[in-house]
């Protein structure tokens, strides 16, 4: 009698409002998830609607997604441009002329169940001034122009390389819609006009395209970007605005001339009133400055950027106006926000496209029929509210920690209170380097401990544990890593000889 109940009560269409990276990562995951049930998965998008092209940056659990999906690495590499991403070079944060690196993947190895970096930490009290990166096979990998390979096995420490993709985010889009409609995902163009609620409950009943077309579903997928064009348009969810602690509001961005070296890895410059990204691609280098409006204008910061180039410009640049925050209800009635419809922190460290594919792949845990349990929601809204929390965290920790004082904005940051969750963090590790990180959390020790020191939080105290071995064996020990990452460094392919190049 239940299984009646439950397949009486199945989500029988899903309609995906909106295209561009959201909609398709959405259409494609729905479409393997259902393949073969008959449900029926109806994608809107109008090409009159422009798609953000801020987020060709990602971070590497877009790699174990792809391959997921049944990507082709080496087919999804030439048909999106793309290059490999080993982490995130940050020159200029701590102050102006100081350069770090937040790499992906492990820096050293723990000694006797001690966490490594408490090693480097007694090391430097008794003199030593090795930079903490030396030890990390992914830093010296991009500073080498590596790549990842097949490794011989899970022993070969270049099995650890962890890496992640940039790429031209509208060819992604294309490359998914492809893999949707081949499984059955309907597309259908045209704006939409008018959204349609159901006057019994407040659900969403269906919307209205331009040229009079309706489309009705159970389900609704809102990825219509900043608009919220059904969650916040027609629902009411709410916004929680994130400005006290994220004051960038603006970016401006620009596509020039390529300069050949295809560096494995994105640059985060600071700037005066913010911060310059550098996205290497194959045909071309991605560049914006993300910047906060209360302290340098459209103009200024469009003129700066562009004399800052690399290369000569392939277009005009353009100017994006976001909030960082979070919808307050990702999940309300039968419609699911996702992408910049369901919220945005700025693209410091990456994370705008893996919380699209994060979103929904949590709603298959929480996945509703046509009975709408606020149950599911309830938990879909927790585990996702947490998920904005802690990375909007970590976004936080850059900003706070700067040294530099030279402008109004970082002076601004200095004196900015903090949400007490990072404060909580932020003592346990300025007190004895203790890292406070769940194991579903996005950001591993491994950053938090990268951009904490690389940004100059330095513990007043490190583990007792780490004093307990002989000082000259764990100075052996850590010379040993260093030559295995050197090592190793030198096996891996060139990053150019790896990509299988767009024009080949």
Same mark, same amino acid.
């Given at each position: 009698?239940?299984?009646?109940?439950?397949?009486?009560?199945?989500?029988?269409?899903?309609?995906?409002?909106?295209?561009?990276?959201?909609?398709?990562?959405?259409?494609?995951?729905?479409?393997?998830?259902?393949?073969?049930?008959?449900? =029926?998965?109806?994608?809107?998008?109008?090409?009159?609607?422009?798609?953000?092209?801020?987020?060709?940056?990602?971070?590497?659990?877009?790699?174990?997604?792809?391959?997921?999906?049944?990507?082709?690495?080496?087919?999804?590499? $030439?048909?999106?441009?793309?290059?490999? $991403?080993?982490?995130?070079?940050?020159?200029?944060?701590?102050?102006?002329?100081?350069?770090?690196?937040?790499?992906?993947?492990?820096?050293?190895?723990?000694?006797?169940? =001690?966490?490594?970096?408490?090693?480097? +930490?007694?090391?430097?009290?008794?003199?030593?001034?090795?930079?903490?990166?030396?030890?990390?096979?992914?830093?010296?990998?991009?500073?080498?122009?590596?790549?990842?390979?097949?490794?011989?096995?899970?022993?070969?420490?270049?099995? /650890?390389?962890?890496?992640?993709?940039?790429?031209?985010?509208?060819?992604?889009?294309?490359?998914?819609?492809?893999?949707?409609?081949?499984?059955?995902?309907?597309?259908?163009?045209?704006?939409?006009?008018?959204?349609?609620?159901?006057?019994?409950?407040?659900? !969403?009943?269906?919307?209205?395209?331009?040229?009079?077309?309706?489309?009705?579903?159970?389900?609704?997928?809102?990825?219509?970007?900043?608009?919220?064009?059904?969650?916040?348009?027609?629902?009411?969810?709410?916004?929680?605005?994130?400005?006290?602690?994220?004051?960038?509001?603006?970016? !401006?961005?620009?596509?020039?001339?390529?300069?050949? $070296?295809?560096?494995?890895?994105?640059?985060?410059?600071?700037?005066?009133?913010?911060?310059?990204?550098?996205?290497?691609?194959?045909?071309?280098?991605?560049?914006?400055?993300?910047?906060?409006?209360?302290?340098?204008?459209?103009?200024?910061?469009?003129?700066?950027?562009?004399?800052?180039?690399?290369?000569?410009?392939?277009?005009?640049?353009?100017?994006?106006?976001?909030?960082?925050?979070?919808?307050?209800?990702?999940?309300? $009635?039968?419609?699911?926000?996702?992408? +910049?419809?369901?919220?945005?922190?700025?693209?410091?460290?990456?994370?705008?496209?893996?919380?699209?594919?994060?979103?929904?792949?949590?709603?298959?845990?929480?996945?509703?029929?046509?009975?709408?349990?606020?149950?599911?929601?309830?938990?879909?809204? /927790?585990?996702?509210?947490?998920?904005?929390?802690?990375?909007?965290?970590?976004?936080?920790?850059?900003?706070?920690?700067?040294?530099?004082?030279?402008?109004?904005?970082?002076?601004?940051?200095?004196?900015?209170?903090?949400?007490?969750?990072?404060?909580?963090?932020?003592?346990?590790?300025?007190?004895?380097?203790?890292?406070? =990180?769940?194991?579903?959390?996005?950001?591993?020790?491994?950053?938090?401990?990268?951009?904490?020191?690389?940004?100059?939080?330095?513990?007043?105290?490190?583990?007792?544990?780490?004093?307990?071995?002989?000082?000259?064996?764990?100075?052996?020990?850590?010379?040993?890593?260093?030559?295995?990452?050197?090592?190793?460094?030198?096996?891996?392919?060139?990053?150019?000889?790896?990509?299988?190049?767009?024009?080949?």
């Amino acid at each position: 009698m239940l299984g009646g109940n439950m397949t009486d009560n199945r989500i029988q269409k899903i309609a995906v409002i909106g295209g561009g990276t959201a909609g398709w990562i959405a259409a494609a995951t729905l479409a393997k998830v259902f393949r073969g049930s008959g449900m =029926v998965i109806t994608l809107v998008e109008s090409n009159e609607v422009g798609t953000i092209g801020v987020g060709e940056s990602t971070i590497p659990p877009i790699v174990s997604f792809n391959r997921w999906l049944g990507i082709d690495e080496a087919q999804f590499l $030439k048909e999106t441009n793309a290059t490999i $991403k080993l982490g995130i070079a940050f020159p200029d944060w701590r102050h102006i002329g100081h350069d770090y690196f937040h790499p992906f993947g492990p820096i050293g190895a723990p000694l006797d169940m =001690v966490a490594f970096h408490h090693f480097w +930490l007694r090391l430097r009290r008794e003199g030593d001034t090795t930079d903490l990166t030396e030890y990390s096979l992914n830093t010296i990998a991009a500073r080498m122009g590596r790549s990842p390979q097949p490794a011989g096995g899970p022993n070969n420490p270049a099995a /650890r390389l962890a890496y992640a993709y940039h790429f031209d985010a509208s060819l992604y889009a294309t490359f998914l819609r492809r893999r949707a409609e081949a499984d059955g995902v309907k597309r259908m163009e045209g704006k939409i006009v008018d959204v349609r609620l159901r006057g019994e409950d407040g659900f !969403v009943d269906g919307v209205t395209l331009a040229d009079g077309r309706e489309l009705d579903a159970d389900f609704f997928i809102d990825c219509t970007g900043f608009r919220g064009l059904l969650i916040e348009g027609a629902l009411k969810a709410g916004y929680e605005d994130w400005r006290q602690w994220l004051p960038c509001d603006r970016a !401006v961005a620009v596509a020039c001339e390529g300069d050949g $070296k295809l560096q494995p890895f994105t640059r985060a410059t600071a700037r005066e009133a913010g911060w310059q990204w550098r996205i290497p691609l194959q045909h071309r280098t991605g560049n914006g400055y993300v910047y906060c409006s209360r302290h340098i204008s459209d103009d200024a910061a469009t003129a700066d950027l562009m004399s800052r180039l690399e290369g000569r410009a392939v277009a005009e640049p353009r100017v994006l106006n976001f909030t960082s925050g979070r919808r307050r209800k990702f999940f309300y $009635k039968n419609c699911l926000a996702l992408g +910049l419809a369901g919220g945005f922190i700025e693209p410091l460290e990456s994370t705008s496209i893996h919380m699209i594919q994060s979103g929904v792949s949590r709603l298959m845990g929480c996945f509703p029929d046509r009975r709408f349990d606020p149950r599911d929601a309830d938990e879909y809204n /927790r585990l996702t509210a947490m998920e904005y929390e802690q990375t909007r965290d970590f976004i936080v920790l850059h900003y706070k920690l700067t040294s530099r004082r030279d402008t109004a904005l970082w002076r601004e940051c200095e004196a900015m209170a903090i949400p007490d969750s990072l404060a909580y963090k932020w003592e346990q590790f300025r007190a004895a380097g203790r890292v406070v =990180v769940t194991n579903d959390e996005l950001f591993t020790p491994q950053s938090w401990i990268a951009v904490a020191l690389g940004q100059g939080l330095m513990p007043q105290r490190y583990d007792a544990l780490a004093d307990l071995p002989d000082s000259r064996n764990v100075r052996d020990q850590l010379a040993n890593l260093r030559q295995l990452v050197n090592r190793t460094s030198q096996t891996l392919m060139s990053h150019r000889d790896f990509l299988p190049r767009s024009g080949s």
